[in-house]
């Protein structure tokens, strides 16, 4: 099989399962990518992830990155594609389907459903993605407390993100 298709077919197949975009889906993703298929290595992997999450717009730039990567424009391309088309023909339907819910407490019981299936998803992919990027007790002591100052403080995320490029400066991390 070309490995156009198998990123097609395989990137499709897990946009059926992206509920909460494709953040839910990374560790899918980076275990395909760099474990099963070998298309790219960890260290490429978390470079995408990173680019991807600081440059502006959609949250599915690391797939078209992954696409670029392994094919170039095209593959961007068919990876993009990919990992859009059945989600949004799928949400389509399902919102179709819930504006023809008449009963309001039915139509709110679906949207908090999914809401919390969404936030799980993202929850456990970023724990998956933690424990796979991080070497060393420093890394592991830096997303521990990003999580409890997230938790328990107001600051703004790009504290933590400047405390994390100190400490990888300083080869902390």
């Known amino acids: ?4 298709l198998s990123l097609f077919l395989k990137l499709s197949a897990f946009s059926l399962v992206a509920f909460g975009g494709v953040s839910a889906l990374l560790p899918v993703l980076l275990n395909l990518a760099v474990n099963q298929e070998h298309w790219i290595d960890l260290q490429t992997f978390s470079d995408y992830f990173a680019i991807a999450q600081a440059a502006p717009g ?4 690391t797939v078209t990155l992954l696409g670029w990567h392994i094919y170039g424009v095209i593959g961007a391309f068919v990876a993009t594609f990919a990992i859009a088309w059945p989600s949004s023909i799928l949400i389509y339907y399902l919102q179709r389907f819930i504006l023809g819910i008449k ?7 679906i949207q908090y459903a999914a809401a ?9 992919s970023a724990w998956e993605i933690a424990l796979q990027i991080n070497h060393g007790v420093a890394a592991y002591a830096l997303t521990l407390a990003t999580i409890a100052f997230t938790l ?4 703004h995320p790009l504290y933590f993100i400047a405390l994390g490029a100190v400490l990888g400066l300083f080869g902390f991390i």
């Open 103 to 109: 009963d309001p407490h039915k139509k709110q019981s």
């Open 58 to 61: 959609p949250n599915f730039m």
């Open 1 to 4: 099989m070309s490995i156009l």
């Open 116 to 124: 919390a299936l969404a936030i799980g998803l993202v929850l456990s």
């Open 152 to 155: 328990f403080t107001r600051w």
